[in-house]
C-alpha cells in the first residue's frame, strides 16, 4: 500500500460533480487544501458545491457524451489553473430494468455516460496527465463484479470502466501516469436512494443476501477514495470486503442465478405492469443525474 501524499495546491478535475461522490469527493479534497475543477451537469448543483469549497473551486458545465463540451471544460481548466494534477472520472448514471422490456434510450445512456463517458475524459485530460506525471482514477463499481439482475446496462458499463482502467495503467505508466479504479458498492447517494424507491427495483435489491444488499453512508465512499487519490492507488475497494470478492468472482453468477430463481418471475411480470402504469422511459429513470442526462442538449442531438 502506498503512502498518502498532499494534495495541497494540486488541481483536480472531477467530473460528475454536482451531487453524490463527485461532491463529496471534492469538497474532501478541497478541505485538503486541493483546487477543484467540478465538470458535469446541473450547473446550480455544482455552484452549490464551489460554494462550499471556496474561492479555489471553478464550474464548468459539460455533457461527457461530449467531446465539444469535454474540451472546452477541459481547456478552461487548464487555462485557470496551468496544469491538471488528477482527474477522478466520476460521472455515471443509472438505468433499472429488465433487457427485454427496459427503454432502449435509458439502457444506452448508461454506456454513453458510465464507460464512453470515462474514455473521453480520459482521452481529453491525458495530454495534461502525462505533463503533470498525474493520476486519473476512473470509478467503476461493485457492480462490474457483481451483475445483478435489472442492472444490466450498469454492470456492463462498469465492467467495461474497470477493464479500460487496466488497460490504460499498463498503457501510461511509462509515461509516469498512475491509474486506479474504483469500486463502490450501494452508497447512500441520490442515484441509489431513488433507485431504492422503484416499486419493483427496490425492493428486489433489498432482497439481495448479506452485503450484497448493504447500502453505506456517503462519508464511507469519500474517505476511502479520497486515501486512494492521495496514495495514486491502483484500485480503491468500497469498502474493503468489495476486493475479496474479486477472488471468487467466476463464482459469482451462479450465486447470482440461483437466488434470481424465485425474486425474477413475479418482478418481470410487476415490471411490465409498471412499464404499462408509467411509461418505459420513466420505469427506467433512476435519480436527478440520469434525468439532466436525458434533458441534456448533447443527448437530445443524439436522439435525434
Known amino acids: 500500500m502506498g503512502r498518502k501524499r498532499s494534495v495541497k495546491g494540486k488541481v483536480v478535475l472531477v467530473t460528475g460533480a454536482a451531487r453524490g461522490i463527485g461532491a463529496g469527493v471534492a469538497r474532501d479534497l478541497a478541505k485538503k487544501g486541493a483546487k477543484v475543477a ?87 485530460t491525458l495530454p495534461h496527465l502525462i505533463e503533470s506525471n498525474g493520476y486519473a482514477l476512473l470509478i467503476s463499481s461493485l457492480a462490474a463484479i457483481v451483475h445483478i439482475p435489472g442492472n444490466s446496462a450498469y454492470s456492463a458499463a462498469k465492467a467495461g470502466v474497470e477493464a479500460f482502467a487496466n488497460s490504460l495503467r499498463a498503457e501510461v505508466k511509462h509515461l509516469g501516469v498512475d491509474v486506479g479504479v474504483a469500486h463502490p458498492t450501494w452508497i447512500a447517494t441520490d442515484m441509489v436512494n431513488s433507485a431504492d424507491e422503484h416499486p419493483v427495483f427496490g425492493p428486489l435489491r433489498k432482497a439481495a443476501p448479506g452485503l450484497a444488499s448493504k447500502k453505506y453512508p456517503l462519508s464511507v465512499a469519500v474517505d476511502l477514495i479520497v486515501a486512494g487519490i492521495q496514495k495514486r492507488s491502483r484500485a480503491v475497494h468500497v469498502p474493503g470486503w468489495v476486493g475479496a470478492l474479486k477472488l471468487v468472482r467466476s463464482f459469482i453468477p451462479r450465486v447470482v442465478e440461483l437466488n434470481a430463481r424465485k425474486l425474477v418471475p413475479p418482478a418481470d411480470k410487476a415490471v411490465l405492469e409498471d412499464i404499462a402504469k408509467r411509461g418505459s422511459e420513466e420505469s427506467s429513470l433512476v435519480g436527478p443525474g440520469a434525468r439532466a442526462a436525458a434533458k441534456s442538449k448533447s443527448a437530445k442531438v443524439r436522439a435525434n
Open 38 to 124: 467540478l465538470v458535469g451537469l446541473e450547473r446550480d448543483e455544482m455552484e452549490k458545491v464551489a460554494a462550499e469549497i471556496g474561492a479555489d473551486a471553478g464550474v464548468w458545465e459539460a455533457d461527457v457524451t461530449s467531446w465539444d463540451d469535454l474540451e472546452r471544460a477541459v481547456d478552461g481548466v487548464v487555462q485557470r489553473y496551468g496544469r491538471i494534477d488528477a482527474v477522478v472520472a466520476n460521472a455515471g448514471v443509472a438505468a433499472t430494468g429488465f433487457t427485454r422490456s427496459i427503454d432502449p434510450k435509458a439502457f444506452e445512456r448508461v454506456i454513453e455516460v458510465d464507460l464512453l463517458g470515462v474514455w473521453r475524459t480520459v482521452r481529453v
